[in-house]
T-cell receptor, first 118, second 111 residues
Framework: DAGVIQSPRHEVTEMGQEVTLRCKPI?????LFWYRQTMMRGLELLIY????????DSGMPEDRFSAKMPNASFSTLKIQPSEPRDSAVYFC????????????????FGPGTRLTVL | GQQVMQIPQYQHVQEGEDFTTYCNSS?????IQWYKQRPGGHPVFLIQ?????EVKKQKRLTFQFGEAKKNSSLHITATQTTDVGTYFC???????????FGSGTRLQVQP
């Protein structure tokens, strides 16, 4: 298994531009998580999905951030418009859990996307 | 909301010395997981604890879950340079269907 795949690995953009981060979870996993990691705030959960449905988006910073999961093998995190304070490493993670129940199984993280907004 | 704190933030040890990181939650946890992140890498799952007072070992690593299920610790015996990285605890609670990650402890091992 290739593990969780994220693209791009690095993204440099200018303030005001739209940024789209992509994630392919491990096949068969029914939970998908988006995290943001910075030195100041550590590892923050932004949003997570269960069976492609967003369950908790309380960590999404503001309306500039949106996430979708159109099918079980693909998710996107979009920032529009981007700002310098959005610079961080964004991780996608997936796990397997009983549908509709709490998923406290091991989370498998992707390699991350390092975003720099100038 | 739930908060998970870790101490220390950073520790520098000589190779062969022991190391311990502590994790404290503001609320009772249903479970706790530990992850390790190497410099420039991504978090990798180490272990999960579920039961009150549970102790698990992985070679030189010992994990404990407190009796009240509000704290946990990770102890490394005789550190090696391969132990370098940041160690995160992540707590789960019935009130929130996701893990809350601690701030992490960065371990540096001097050869």
């Amino acid at each position: 298994d290739a593990g969780v795949i994220q693209s791009p690995r690095h993204e440099v953009t200018e303030m005001g531009q739209e940024v789209t981060l992509r994630c392919k979870p491990i096949s068969g996993h029914d939970y998908l998580f988006w995290y943001r990691q910075t030195m100041m705030r550590g590892l923050e959960l932004l949003i997570y999905f269960n069976n492609n449905v967003p369950i908790d988006d309380s960590g999404m910073p503001e309306d500039r951030f949106s996430a979708k999961m159109p099918n079980a093998s693909f998710s996107t995190l979009k920032i529009q418009p981007s700002e310098p304070r959005d610079s961080a490493v964004y991780f996608c993670a997936s796990s397997f859990g009983t549908s509709g129940a709490y998923s406290y199984n091991e989370q498998f993280f992707g390699p991350g996307t390092r975003l720099t907004v100038l | 909301g739930q908060q998970v704190m870790q101490i220390p933030q950073y520790q520098h040890v000589q190779e062969g010395e022991d190391f311990t990181t502590y994790c404290n939650s503001s609320t009772t946890l249903s479970n706790i997981q530990w992850y390790k992140q190497r410099p420039g890498g991504h978090p990798v799952f180490l272990i999960q604890l579920v039961k009150s007072g549970e102790v698990k070992k992985q070679k030189r690593l010992t994990f404990q879950f407190g009796e009240a299920k509000k704290n946990s610790s990770l102890h490394i015996t005789a550190t090696q340079t391969t132990d370098v990285g940041t160690y995160f605890c992540a707590g789960g609670a019935r009130s929130r269907r996701a893990l809350t990650f601690g701030s992490g402890t960065r371990l540096q091992v001097q050869p």
